[in-house]
């Protein structure tokens, strides 16, 4: 490979000299040049040894200027500058220390008063985990450093680059290394290493956005390692080298939709699925994440990201949310693509891969929120064993995930034995999910009472017959979305999550759920045990304490001297925020139906409750919290009364008014091959039957003032589309408007 003669002559190339291995230089002009392995455009920022080449290059700045200058972005602008201004001049310790707003305003306008601002900044950053945390301003305030202090700076960013973890960030801090003439050898063997990494990140988390979008983690994490890292990567690269690696990136392009379609009802964060329960977040946060949303919807031109970027993104409230969020949007946000609010979109959608499904009435803040899981677990730690665990929000949390990860890890002792953590929190006896069995089983994780297991083992792979290998081994399908559809009547999803159990110790595990708008909820399970005498357990947790709304609670002393229930009755009503959920049990129809919780049994395994210290529920886990998160204190549980290898499960489940005192009549209905129930909920008369036995399957019928709505049998396979939905007004938007079709996307048509 040839470098290109001007830049000889110039004398440019000299500190990148010993980056170049093996390849020589020749007075002939080349097109590229190499950093160690990695080929570069030989009249690229990168091979120039120009800075800034991090954020923006200088070639980016005229693009800037005028796009600060268009409703959209001027207001940001205006707003970042002001609360800037207005910092440097009380001395303001939280404006001081901003490096990428000085940086950025420094690029912008050439005054030197944030300039030199940035660069005590710098001087003081210890260049440490993220790359804002020092490089970026380093990179920003570049030509006002002194060589000793760019050098001092430079020392930290090697020491930070040779460590062993956050490739993203150390890629970042490579290429703003590179050229510096310090152990060029070194940074040139790192970035070609992290190079590769990257490339390999894109088709990582493209495998988990494949359908529609999704990710290895849940929301809150999503920011605080993935987003801001990866992001920051891929746009170092490309403005220190013109190639851009967001060409294809599916996972930036859907995050949006992935976070607003997890928003309850009148809020803008997420909702506790996932580890989400030590906080909620609205978007990719920590350490500027935010600002990268405006890559995505500048590159795709979606309208749905221009919303949520405008309305939940840019905060105007405190200075440090106008420091940390607004510079983002001035650098990539296209004010040209119209914000489209999520009312415009339908109400359902399928994160296939990921195996989420969120169903909603309508976008109204009092709408009803229905989520299901069933997909591939997490592949952080801290995962939850929840497969076909399901959740629903109207108002409040009613039913939802109970425990909590207390502020941030289980490690924080002040908070915790930890115990609550590895015992409840992330078990299935914690989530709207099944249990089969009491043992505890030890897989890659652990697993209590018969729950999943989040790691599955190579010999559980082998006895599921499937292939053990590297590939597979961080996103092992334990569970499928094996059936889905959506319509403005209803949506139905079916799951199968059997391979997320041991397999000495479950055969099958199927849960089809069926919600009809509004509030109505029909699920079915089919599980099949190895042995007969394990018991299977379905699980519902609330809020407040379920009643018995045909019946009554008496005391079971067989655990504890209080605490514990048993309902008399099969139909459960559980009112919180508002609303209230009511919950029928169909099948079986001998079943021992099982109500415990309350302070001190809130998160009990086996008789034992891993509750938090006290310490946690002052400082921590308030009621406001508690809100938050849906942090609920009951659970009902519902085991058939006569072993058998093989149980069916059947519940109607309503989310209605809380004035609402008796739930509606449920008829149950059968015939040699399904079984169903038949209801009139909501003004809809509601007929709904599944497939007793091999693939998963059934039949709908549904009716409203006399005239059938539909009638036919339910999805049979994944049908990832809206073609149902053509009556609705907003269809053709839908398939014709490309800022809509952009958060649409995935491989799902209307």
């Known amino acids: 490979m040839r470098f290109h003669s001007s830049l000889l002559r110039l004398g440019v190339l000299t500190s990148l000299t010993l980056a170049l291995i093996g390849t020589r230089p020749s007075a002939e002009a080349a097109d590229s040049l190499r950093i160690g392995s990695v080929e570069i455009p030989a009249d690229c920022p990168l091979a120039r040894n120009e800075h800034p080449r991090l954020l923006l290059s200088k070639a980016d700045l005229p693009g800037i200027r005028r796009r600060i200058e268009k409703p959209g972005v001027r207001e940001i602008y205006q707003q970042l500058k002001k609360t800037v201004d207005d910092g440097l001049a009380r001395g303001s310790a939280r404006v001081l220390s901003a490096q990428v707003p000085l940086g950025i305003l420094y690029q912008i306008t050439g005054r030197k008063e944030y300039g030199e601002a940035c660069r005590a900044a710098v001087l003081k950053s210890p260049f440490g985990v993220y790359a804002a945390e020092g490089a970026y301003g380093y990179d920003l305030c570049y030509d006002l450093l002194t060589p000793e202090e760019r050098r001092a700076c430079e020392k930290k960013m090697l020491a930070f680059v040779k460590q062993p973890y956050r490739e993203s960030a150390r890629f970042i801090q490579c290429v703003a290394l590179c050229g510096s003439g310090l152990e060029e050898e070194t940074v040139a063997q790192k970035l070609s290493e992290l190079h590769r990494w990257c490339i390999a990140r894109k088709a990582f988390l493209n495998r988990w956005a494949e359908d529609r979008g999704g990710d290895d983690n849940s929301h809150g994490y999503i920011g605080q390692h993935e987003y801001v890292g990866t992001m920051g990567a891929y746009q170092a690269w490309r403005a220190a080298t013109g190639e851009n690696w967001f060409e294809g990136f599916l996972w930036a392009k859907t995050m949006a939709p992935y976070y607003i379609y997890h928003y309850p009802p009148g809020r803008t964060a997420t909702a506790n699925v996932g580890i989400n329960s030590w906080g909620s977040n609205g978007y990719p946060d920590e350490t500027g ?116 990860r207390g502020v941030n890890n289980p490690e924080q002792t002040k908070y915790s034995d930890g115990r609550h953590h590895e015992r409840y ?55 499928t979305i094996v059936a889905y559809e959506t319509t403005p009547e209803f949506c139905y999803v079916a799951g199968d999550a059997a391979r997320s159990y041991a397999p000495h110790l479950v055969r099958r595990f199927t849960r089809q759920l069926l919600y009809v708008r509004p509030g109505a909820v029909v699920i079915f399970d089919r599980v099949t045990s190895v042995r007969a005498e394990d018991a299977k357990r379905w699980y519902l947790h609330t809020m407040e304490q379920p009643l018995c709304a045909n019946g009554e609670l008496r005391p079971d002393v067989s655990v504890h001297p209080d605490g514990h229930f048993l309902a008399t009755g099969d139909m459960l009503r559980s009112a919180h925020g508002g609303s209230v959920l009511f919950s029928k049990t169909v099948l079986p129809r001998k079943a021992a139906v099982r109500v415990l919780g309350g302070p001190g049994h809130q998160f009990e395994v086996g008789g034992e409750n891993y509750d938090m210290y006290p310490l946690w529920w002052r400082e921590v886990g308030t009621t406001q919290y508690q809100e938050q998160i849906g942090l609920g204190w009951w659970r009902v549980e519902v085991e058939p009364q006569l072993k058998a290898e093989s149980d069916l499960f059947l519940h109607v489940l309503w989310a209605t008014e809380d004035r609402v005192r008796e739930m509606f009549p449920v008829e149950s209905i059968e015939d040699p091959d399904q079984v169903g129930v038949r209801f009139v909920a909501d003004g809809i008369d509601v007929e709904a039957a599944f497939s007793k036995a091999g693939s998963v399957g059934g039949r709908i019928r549904l009716a409203k003032d006399g005239q059938v709505i539909a009638a036919r049998d339910l999805a049979s396979a994944v049908e990832d589309h809206y073609r149902q939905w053509k009556t609705d007004p907003r269809f053709q938007d839908w398939s014709t408007d490309p800022a809509m079709r952009a958060a649409m996307g995935g491989t799902g048509k209307p």
């Open 425 to 479: 929190f992330a078990q299935t006896i914690a989530h709207n999910s099944l249990t089969v069995g009491t043992e505890d089983i030890q897989g890659r994780s652990r697993s209590v009472c018969g729950g999943q297991v989040s790691r599955v083992p190579d010999d559980w792979l082998r006895a599921y017959g499937l292939p053990v290998n590297e590939e597979n081994r961080y996103t092992r399908q334990a569970g």
């Open 289 to 404: 994440a935010c600002n990268f949303t405006s890559i995505a919807q500048s590159r795709w031109k979606c309208g749905l990201t221009s919303w949520w970027i405008q309305n939940v993104v840019v905060r105007r409230k405190h200075d440090y949310e106008i420091l940390e969020g607004h510079w983002g949007p001035i650098l990539w946000y296209d004010p040209d693509v119209p914000s489209i609010p999520p009312e415009r979109f339908p109400e359902d959608i399928l994160f296939k891969t990921r195996g989420y499904v969120s169903m909603r009435s309508d976008w109204g803040k009092d709408a009803t929120l229905v989520h299901f899981h069933c997909g591939r677990f997490e592949s952080d730690g801290r995962n939850q064993m929840d497969n076909s665990a399901f959740m629903i929000y109207r108002r409040a949390y009613l039913a939802c995930d109970s425990g909590t």
